[in-house]
């Protein structure tokens, strides 16, 4: 069965600070993967994902992340964070072989808390 | 585009009713909606998987008889919480998808449902 972690629960950053916001996964091959970020009142809003290819990927609002198949991770990044990135950020798998017609298996999520 | 909303956005029921949840994709036609489930500072669990027309498919550990899922148009899924209990509290939150011509077919999220049972 696929399993996703994100070890991290909180994180605390100063604004203007990086991030890597960290995602292991466990699947029998190379699965989809996503990142979403979840704000308070709002859907779950795609950040980036990764299906094939370059294996450093850039989404939206300044996020990259980095596929690793070594150590089955992928890592959520910005360069320097602003206060509006406070969020929950989730990571997510997706199976090849359903084409999309399987549901995502998530992360428990980290909580992204950003200091003036 | 690719919008999804979910109504109510909020509702508190008394134990022992039940309680609908409408899914709707505003701008596409969704042949698959996946409905999820989120306790408090938890992951989101997916429930179910329906595609337009046919039976649901649950997941394991999800009674189809308490939460009822009807995804009777290209543009609506219904949820229903059957004699809701104080443990069906949580927030659902659906997702729909569209059949095209990709390989793989990105999920687009609505806002949640936030459901409280006294």
């Known amino acids: 069965a696929q399993s996703v972690t994100q070890p991290d629960i909180h994180i605390t950053v100063s604004e203007g600070a990086s991030l890597e916001l960290r995602c292991n996964y466990s699947y029998g091959a190379t699965p989809y993967l996503f990142w979403y970020v979840q704000s308070p009142g709002q859907g779950l809003q795609l950040l980036l994902k990764?299906?094939?290819?370059?294996?450093l990927v850039q989404g939206i609002k300044g996020f990259e992340a980095e596929f690793k198949r070594s150590q089955s991770s992928f890592n959520l990044r910005k360069p320097s964070v602003h206060w509006s990135d406070a969020a929950e950020y989730f990571c997510?798998?997706?199976?090849?072989?359903?084409?999309?017609?399987?549901?995502?298996?998530f992360g428990k999520g980290t909580h992204l808390i950003i200091q003036p | 585009g690719a919008v999804v909303s979910q109504h109510p956005s909020w509702v508190i029921c008394k134990s022992g009713t039940s309680v609908k949840i409408e899914c709707r994709s505003l701008?596409?036609?969704?042949?698959?909606m996946f409905w999820y489930r989120q306790f408090p500072k938890q992951s989101l669990m997916l429930m179910a998987t329906s595609n337009e027309g046919s039976k649901a498919t649950y997941e394991q550990g999800v009674e189809k008889d308490k939460f009822l899922i009807n995804h009777a148009s290209l543009t609506l899924s219904t949820l229903t919480v059957t004699s809701a209990h104080p443990e069906d509290s949580s927030f659902y939150i659906c997702?729909?998808?569209?059949?095209?011509?990709?390989?793989?077919?990105?999920?687009?999220f609505g806002p949640g449902t936030r459901l409280t049972v006294l």
């Open positions: 701008d596409f036609q969704a042949t698959t």
């Open positions: 997702s729909a998808s569209t059949y095209g011509d990709r390989a793989y077919n990105e999920q687009f």
């Open positions: 990764y299906f094939s290819g370059d294996t």
């Open positions: 997510a798998v997706g199976s090849p072989s359903g084409g999309g017609a399987d549901g995502l298996t």
